[in-house]
Every structure is written in structure tokens, then in C-alpha cells.
């Protein structure tokens, strides 16, 4: 089973500023590397696809790279509408995985 | 528009049954690979398993959590997708996700999750 770790597993930001997560796979995974964004009592949403690839109707402040074993998701002027929790998800082999989630909250 | 309902969740004693439903709707449902996915109160998210479509044998896959004990079938004709929970147990307790497979049918290592529904509660205990 390949194991997603992600970085950090909480940070308290300002509004404005500019966030970057971290997520490690245990084994090389290519670019089947997907994040989502879960808002407090809400369904998760998709914001990046094969670790870059942006979604329509995601904010442009929102991006992601990297490949192989190391990936990153940034968030660009952090806007109070982001506290969320970010998870990562691998569809590289079976079983599929996730990452156990940054809490992102606005000071 | 896509929408994802799921149903049948409730409390449950622990080694009991329960069959949970997504019904979806505004898109062809037959042509997708439907997945549920769990999170445990308080807790990440966790993939449960997975059903393709019918073209690629609507054949399933599953966490070694749950393998042996719940079963995801589905039914084109009505656009359901259901998962069957036996020998249920306290940690099967979480909020379960329908959600839609996209990517490149027949290739699983290219699939993501780019719909989910609002879920629904499942609670095991006696």
C-alpha cells in the first residue's frame, strides 16, 4: 500500500498570505496525484487533478506540482473562504490512498 | 447538472447488515466507474472501493478494511450505485461518500474523484 504523508498537519495563516502543502508518497507514483478541499460540514471537492492540472471553476490561486514521489499544493493570497482541510489522494495502484490532511485555519 | 445522492444510512448493531444507495443523476451513469469513500468522526478520508462500469466488466475493488465483508454493485437502469455492509463492526462508523470516477476508462491508475454526494451516517453500536 503506497502512504501518502502530507506537511504540515495544521497551519494558521493570514489572509493575503501564501500556503504551500506538502505531500510525500512512500513509493514513486508518476502524476496520479489529486487534492481536494473539505470545508467544516461540507463534501470534499476536487481542486487539482494529476498533480497540476487545474479544474474548472477551482480559483486560480490554487495550484499544484511536483511528480514522482514529492508533491505540493499552493494556495496564493490565502482568502478567509480557503479554511479548510486539504487532502492528497493517489490513484497510482490499489488500494487507492489519501493523505491524512492539513487543516489550513485564518488567523 | 451532476448530482450524487446517497441514502440508507442509521444505526446499526455491531454484526448486522445495511445497504447504502446513490442515486445519480446528469450524466450517463452507465459510462462511469463509481467509488464510495469513508471518514470516521473526526478523522481523514479512507476509500472503501470501487465498481467499473459495465464496458469494463463492472468488476469491483476494495480496501483490505472492508474486503469480504461489503459488496458495491449497480444498477444502470435506475443510475444507482449501492454498497452492501455485512458483519458490520464499531469501526465501520463514518460518514459514507458516493462519488464519481473520471479519468481514463479502463485505466485505473488514472482515475479521481470529481463528484461526491452529501453523504450519509453510518453508526455501529450496540
Known amino acids: 500500500e503506497i502512504v501518502l504523508t502530507q506537511s504540515p498537519d495544521f497551519q494558521s495563516v493570514t489572509p493575503k498570505e501564501k500556503v504551500t502543502i506538502t505531500c510525500r508518497a512512500s513509493q514513486s507514483i508518476g502524476s496520479s496525484l489529486h487534492w481536494y478541499q473539505q470545508k467544516p460540514d461540507q463534501s470534499p471537492k476536487l481542486l487539482i487533478k494529476?498533480?497540476?492540472q487545474s479544474i474548472s471553476g477551482v480559483p486560480s490561486r490554487f495550484s499544484g506540482s511536483g511528480s514522482g514521489t514529492d508533491f505540493t499544493l499552493t494556495i496564493n493570497s490565502l482568502e478567509a473562504e480557503d479554511a479548510a482541510t486539504y487532502y492528497c489522494h493517489q490513484s497510482s495502484s490499489l488500494p487507492w490512498t489519501f493523505g491524512q490532511g492539513t487543516k489550513v485555519e485564518i488567523k | 447538472e451532476v448530482q450524487l445522492v446517497e441514502s440508507g444510512g442509521g444505526l446499526v448493531q455491531p454484526g448486522r447488515s445495511l445497504r447504502l444507495s446513490c442515486t445519480a443523476s446528469g450524466f450517463t451513469f452507465g459510462d462511469y466507474a463509481m467509488s464510495w469513500v469513508r471518514q470516521a468522526p473526526g478523522k481523514g478520508l479512507e476509500w472503501v472501493g470501487f465498481?467499473?462500469?459495465?464496458?469494463?466488466?463492472?468488476?469491483?475493488e476494495y480496501a483490505a478494511s472492508v474486503k469480504g465483508r461489503f459488496t458495491i454493485s449497480r444498477d444502470d437502469s435506475k443510475s444507482i450505485a449501492y454498497l452492501q455492509m455485512n458483519s458490520l463492526k464499531t469501526e465501520d462508523t463514518a460518514v459514507y461518500y458516493c462519488?464519481?470516477?473520471?479519468?481514463?476508462?479502463?485505466?485505473?491508475?488514472?482515475?479521481?474523484?470529481?463528484?461526491w454526494g452529501q453523504g450519509t451516517l453510518v453508526t455501529v453500536s450496540s
Open positions: 465498481i467499473r462500469s459495465k464496458a469494463y466488466g463492472g468488476t469491483t
Open positions: 462519488t464519481r470516477n473520471s479519468g481514463y476508462s479502463g485505466y485505473d491508475h488514472t482515475y479521481y474523484f470529481d463528484y
Open positions: 494529476y498533480a497540476s
